[in-house]
């Protein structure tokens, strides 16, 4: 039977604001559509914004996630020495990750290829999140790493690494203040960690049969 797994490797960096603004950029050096960064935002009164690169990666972003706007705009999600910065339209956010803690020890524990095997995903998701997933942020409760996407779709995130990190952001230079936990921001049926981390991740999809 042919293979029609869709793979995104990169990298998912985000940050939650004492403004209520909550930010997920995903930086993908592979995916079937070439190397590419988008941004999930939701703003403080709950409005999810799809901010994406090109019509065609926004159509797929939106068929398997759950926004209230979507905007077409330049995306850059750049290293500059240590920090990781992310801008696009109005956004502005700069990450530095945090050395190595007991998550990263924990999770280079497993052989990669084990990683990306959607059953032990699965394995990992149902067991051994429940225990270990308070290590990851005051939101891990709310953290799958597998699930059906909007259309119909499974996907699976295989998580290679987890850093925390410290975060400063901006919206047209106004300061969001501290990083700070927030509610979910209910993009799909997984939230990002509260407060601000850098995830080296590989992202899964099986599409849904048509």
């Known amino acids: 039977m042919r293979d029609t797994r869709l793979i995104f490797d990169g990298r998912i960096l985000g940050a939650s604001f004492a403004s209520g603004d909550r930010i997920v950029a995903g930086r993908w050096h592979e995916s079937p559509f070439g190397p590419f960064a988008d941004v999930m935002w939701c703003r403080a009164d709950d409005t999810r914004v ?3 690169p090109s019509d065609t990666v926004a159509r797929f972003v939106t ?20 920090a990781i910065e992310v801008t696009a339209g109005p956004i502005a956010v700069r990450l530095v990750p945090r050395p190595p803690g007991l998550p ?29 997933g308070p290590l990851f942020g005051p939101n891990a409760g709310s953290v799958h790493t597998r699930g059906v996407t909007r ?3 499974r ?20 300061d969001l203040g ?10 799909g049926f997984s939230e990002f960690p509260g407060g601000a981390a850098v995830v080296r991740v590989t992202s899964i999809f099986r599409p849904a049969c048509r």
């Open 104 to 132: 990263s020890r924990l999770l280079g524990l497993r052989p990669r290829r084990l990683r990306t095997v959607p059953a032990w995903i699965a394995f990992e998701d149902a067991v051994l999140r429940p225990v270990a």
């Open 151 to 153: 259309d119909g779709s």
């Open 178 to 187: 501290p990083v700070t936990p927030c509610p979910p921001a209910g993009f």
């Open 63 to 82: 068929h398997h996630y759950s926004f209230d706007e979507i905007e077409v705009t330049d995306v850059r999600v750049e290293r500059q020495g240590a």
């Open 50 to 52: 799809l901010l994406a």
């Open 155 to 174: 996907e699976w995130y295989a998580i290679h690494d987890f850093r925390e990190a410290g975060a400063t952001g901006g919206i047209d230079g106004r």
